[in-house]
């Protein structure tokens, strides 16, 4: 799994034109190009989610460490625990979603 911060950045073309949004490492190299006949937005869309990746990967696992726990001790997390996994896939899904509320 991808433990390194991936940054992305949209790419505009003219309309009529290819439209591109690139994933890099955190070393700056190109990891991704992503390319979609749906215009800049939508690349970037994409770019976004797969920068973001990483991060949703962690908070799931996270999660479902938790319930597995749960599970096999028959004892939830304390408060200070779930809020702790609450934020962190809160702070994935924003990622994700560009920084945006919903």
Not at 36 to 43: C, L, N, Q, T
Not at 69 to 93: M, V
Request: charged fraction near 30%.
């Amino acid at each position: 799994m991808i433990k390194e911060k991936l940054t992305y950045s949209p790419m505009k073309g003219k309309p009529g034109h290819c439209f591109m949004a690139q994933v890099w490492d955190s070393d700056g190299f190109d990891i991704v190009s992503i390319n979609s006949r749906y215009g800049a937005r939508k690349s970037t869309e994409y770019a976004r989610l797969f920068a973001s990746s990483p991060d949703l990967y962690e908070a799931l696992k996270t999660v479902v460490d938790n319930i597995d726990h749960w599970l096999k001790t028959g004892e939830p997390a304390n408060k200070k625990t779930s809020k702790k996994i609450y934020n962190k896939a809160r702070k994935a899904l924003l990622k994700a979603d560009g920084g945006k509320e919903k």
